[in-house]
Each structure stands twice: as structure tokens, then as C-alpha cells.
């Protein structure tokens, strides 16, 4: 029973997660208790064309009043503690406004396909230094996909009247504050910002000439873990919220889930096993895993999170699901899928997955690939190799971080929806030969951006004290000597050589 007096001298956060998925509301006190939940799926995703994908601004927005309203319907007492709000969004979910904010398009995701038939041009010396260091590819295959260039390009009576091109975060931010502006931590896609400054790129900055936006098309940064507004009357009068609530800038849905998991030194990477796959760590000192390809601004201001992208990760369980299960609950799924771990053995019985599966950053020309079948595979091993494919594909993320951080990793926190699988986060500690472990909440992105908004409202006076004070491991999984052999050799002898041989055949598609 909600007992509204008793809670009233309590304080409470509320923390907004908008994934690819849907979008979640939660409500975090200061020691990191989930308090309240509520979730909203989204159903407005549509495609014009063959790979696009787009959804209207408002689809985004009714979510979030939708999820506070429920929060505030279901627990009131519970409402009246929190104290201030933070909104972490899903990356390179990207429009263009006008003067007063309001979209003059739809959102373009970040798993929208479309580009241009050419790349924007660029000054002949940036062609010729592209050319000399062996980047031209990535700087055609950047400029091509970047949606914010197809936009420019393909809808030029729009962007003429743009005022300022923003991401999901930003909109949100707007929309609750009337304000403009974003945090350096948020600011994490295709737009021109100089990660490692963390500021808007110069005239003369390569990502300039490549992502062509005006600098009066940038909206205002700020850092995180700092109030960067209040709650305007009109949001309070449709989200329920008291006018005059702080709200607090903190991160991306990965930089918050970096943070929710404790991984804020280089020897603790925080693995995502969500929609798209990451492999990151925080790091003082700023670090380019591949050439122009930076880190990203963590909510630690004066840190940096480098990271490794598989494009295509638990995406591959969602497509796996619709192709070859016949159920649609979601506890029934899980049990079927963990059954299907333990009923098969580390190697998947040979078969091997590479989880390339298109518009990977530096092997764009990647496909998806599985060897080594026999007739002995069924479902359970395609499913088994997936998962392994996975890790593979981080562990080789893991390496490079090891290798331009200088500094070994020791232990794995893991978030994202792949991790509430006892069987997969085994695996990952068997490929990965290091402890894997999970904290109290799966809601690690919600819990990150819970921190940073507590550390804005001075409840704590950095990131160290609140994550200290708010993160407990919950489970830790020791890896099986016998089965991180097994998987060390499919690693060294299949995967690493796989991507070399089989590349001459992926260029050979149109």
C-alpha cells in the first residue's frame, strides 16, 4: 500500500530510458533501489522504403507521458520523493527543428539504412590526406550514411528552414525545459563534434568537411551531472511532474549503462548486450580505437568511454525468434533459449558465427556468416552459435581496448537484454576467461542516469561517491577453465582468421 506520509521526507529520482524497443520510466532512490517501473513498447516505427526507418516525434513524446502518468497512477506517494529528472536515449536518433523546437520531420533511426548515391564533396587537400592514410572508404561510406547529409541533401526546403539539428535526447530535453541544449555526453552520432575537446568541430576539422552542418545548426552543450532546466507549466501540465523540477543532463543509454555497471576505470569493461553490442570501458586519458574513430565523451566529464560496436547484437536473437520459434510470451522464449544453452555443447557441435551482419563501421562490406555446418546441427546449435558469434566479436573488441589503453581488463559488468540470460552471460565469461558479473538491476542504464542525476542535485559530490553508494553486484559468473580452452581455440584458429579469408567474397556484392 502507497503510505504518501511516511515517504515524504524521502528522495527519490526519476530516470527516463528511451531504447530502440520502447521507453521506460523508472524511479531510483539514493542507495539504487529500483522503487517503480513503468514501460511502453513502441508501435509507430514505419519505412517508406526498403531498410528506412522513421517514427514521429510524437510517438516518442506520448510514451513519456504515458510511462510518468502510469508511475504517478500507480504509486502517488512514491511520485511526490522524486526529486529531480534525467532522460537517456538510444544513439544517432536524429531530426531537424524550428525556431520553437518543433520537428519540421520525422526521427530518422539509428538503424535507418538509406544513403546517398555519393558522398557530399570535400576540399581536394581533405581528398588527398583521406587518400594517403588509406581512409577514403570510411570517409565516403561516413558521408553517404550519415542521415543528417541525406537530409541536407534530399530535403533542402526542410533544411533550409532548420533551426537546429538535434537528437532524441535533445528533443525530450526541449520539450521538458524549452531550452534548446544538450550534454556533451549525449552528443553521440553523426554530427560534427570534436569528442576528444568536447565541443562543436572547427571550420577545418576533418568531421566537418565529411558531416557538412552549419555551426548555427548545433544546439547549445552542457556537461553532465548539472541541472540544465526546469519543468516548464506546459510539461508538468501534461506529465503530472511539479513545475519548477530540476532536470538533470546525463548520458547516452550506453554511457549511462557504462556507469550503471560500475566500469569507470579501464580495468572494468561494460559489455551491452542489447539491440546493438558494445564493448566499452572509461578511461581519463582520451583514445582512438581505430584511426578517426573516436571515443566517446562519457558522463564523467572529464572522462572518455572508448568503445567497439557490433552493429547487429541482440538484433540477431530478435530475428532468430520471429524465424524459428513458434511462441511469442517472453518468459516461454527465455526458458526455450536457455534450454537450448544447456542441451548444447561449447563450440556449438563446430559451427561458428560471424555477427557482421551490415554496416559495421570499419567493415562495411561485412555479411553474416556461419561455418562449418554438418547434419547433426538443428536450431539449438544456430541459436548456441549466435550467442558465441557474440562474443567473439567482444572479445576482439576487448583486445583492441587492451591494447590502446595499455591496460589489462579484469572483470566484465554486463547490461542489456541479453544479459538476464544466466546461460549467455556464462558463455561470455567462458570466451571472455574473466569474472562476468550483474548488479542489482537490470535497469543499468536507468541506474546510471540515476547517479548522475543525484550527483546534479548535489546529493553526492561526483560520480565516484553516488556509484559507490548506489551499485552492488548481484551475481558473478567465474569462468569454466575447461570451456574458455575450448573457446580459445575456435577463437584463434576459426574466428580471427574468418573475417580475412571471407572478405574477397563479401566485396563481391554489389
Given at each position: ?7 515524504q ?21 539514493e542507495?539504487g ?12 516505427y ?39 529528472m ?15 523546437g ?12 538509406r544513403?546517398?548515391?555519393e ?18 572508404t ?10 543528417v ?8 526546403e ?17 520539450r ?145 525468434n ?31 558465427h ?11 562490406e561485412?555479411r ?28 576482439e ?32 565469461a ?28 548535489n546529493?553526492?559530490p ?7 553508494a ?41
Amino acid at each position: 500500500m502507497d503510505n504518501t506520509k511516511s515517504m515524504q521526507n524521502k528522495n527519490s529520482v526519476l530516470t527516463i530510458d528511451c531504447g530502440t524497443r520502447g521507453l521506460r520510466g523508472i524511479i531510483f532512490d539514493e542507495t539504487g533501489n529500483e522503487l517503480a517501473k513503468s514501460e511502453e513498447l513502441f508501435k509507430g516505427y514505419y519505412s517508406k522504403h526498403f531498410q528506412w526507418k522513421e517514427a514521429a516525434p510524437e510517438m516518442f513524446w506520448k510514451a513519456l507521458v504515458k510511462v510518468i502518468s502510469e508511475l504517478k497512477e500507480n504509486a502517488p506517494g512514491l511520485f511526490l520523493t522524486i526529486r529531480g529528472m534525467t532522460v537517456s536515449c538510444q544513439r544517432d536518433v536524429i531530426t531537424v527543428v524550428d525556431e520553437s523546437g518543433e520537428p519540421l520531420r520525422n526521427f530518422i533511426s539509428w538503424l535507418d539504412r538509406r544513403e546517398l548515391a555519393e558522398p557530399l564533396p570535400y576540399p581536394w587537400p581533405y581528398a588527398l590526406l583521406f587518400k594517403c592514410i588509406g581512409f577514403s572508404t570510411y570517409a565516403k561510406s561516413f558521408s553517404q550514411t550519415a542521415h543528417v547529409n541525406w537530409i541536407k541533401m534530399q530535403e533542402p526546403e526542410i533544411w533550409a528552414k532548420a533551426h537546429k539539428v538535434v537528437f532524441l535526447s535533445t528533443y525530450f530535453l526541449s520539450r521538458l525545459t524549452g531550452k534548446l541544449a544538450d550534454s556533451r555526453s549525449n552528443t553521440a552520432g553523426h554530427l560534427p563534434f570534436d569528442t576528444k575537446k568536447k565541443q562543436w568541430c572547427g571550420k577545418y576539422n576533418v568531421k566537418t568537411q565529411i558531416l557538412q552542418v552549419e555551426p548555427e545548426k548545433c544546439y547549445e552543450l552542457t556537461d553532465s551531472c548539472e541541472i540544465i532546466g526546469y519543468l516548464t507549466a506546459t510539461a508538468a501540465a501534461v506529465t503530472g511532474l511539479p513545475v519548477g523540477l530540476p532536470i538533470v543532463a546525463s548520458g547516452t543509454d550506453k554511457g549511462c549503462e557504462t556507469l550503471g555497471v560500475g566500469a569507470l576505470t579501464p580495468e572494468v569493461a561494460s559489455i551491452s548486450l542489447g539491440t546493438q553490442s558494445t564493448v566499452e570501458v572509461t578511461t581519463k586519458k582520451y583514445v582512438e580505437l581505430y584511426p578517426f574513430y573516436p571515443s566517446f565523451a562519457a558522463v564523467e566529464n572529464d572522462a572518455y568511454n572508448p568503445e567497439v560496436t557490433i552493429y547487429h547484437g541482440f538484433w540477431m536473437v530478435d530475428w532468430y525468434n520471429r524465424e524459428f520459434l513458434d511462441q511469442s510470451d517472453p518468459q516461454a522464449i527465455h526458458e526455450v533459449l536457455e534450454g537450448y544453452l544447456e542441451t548444447t555443447r561449447p563450440g556449438a557441435d563446430g559451427l561458428v558465427h560471424q555477427p557482421y551482419w551490415g554496416r559495421e563501421a570499419f567493415r562495411p562490406e561485412a555479411r553474416g556468416t556461419f561455418i562449418g555446418f554438418s547434419e547433426g546441427h538443428d536450431k539449438r546449435h544456430i541459436y548456441r552459435a549466435i550467442i558465441e558469434g557474440l562474443g567473439y566479436a567482444l572479445l576482439e573488441g576487448v583486445k583492441r581496448i587492451e591494447r590502446k589503453t595499455k591496460v589489462p581488463i579484469q572483470a566484465v559488468g554486463l547490461s542489456g537484454g541479453g544479459s538476464r540470460s544466466d546461460g549467455v552471460a556464462q558463455i561470455m565469461a567462458d570466451i571472455f576467461n574473466r569474472p562476468v558479473y550483474r548488479v542489482q538491476t537490470f535497469e543499468t542504464t536507468g541506474l546510471g542516469a540515476a547517479i548522475a542525476t543525484f550527483v546534479g542535485l548535489n546529493h553526492y559530490p561526483d560520480i565516484h561517491t553516488a556509484s559507490a553508494a548506489m551499485i552492488r553486484k548481484s551475481r558473478v559468473f567465474e569462468p569454466n577453465p575447461e570451456n574458455a580452452i575450448i573457446y580459445t581455440e575456435i577463437y584463434s584458429k576459426l574466428y580471427k582468421q574468418l573475417y580475412r579469408r571471407v572478405k574477397p567474397l563479401y566485396q563481391s556484392y554489389d
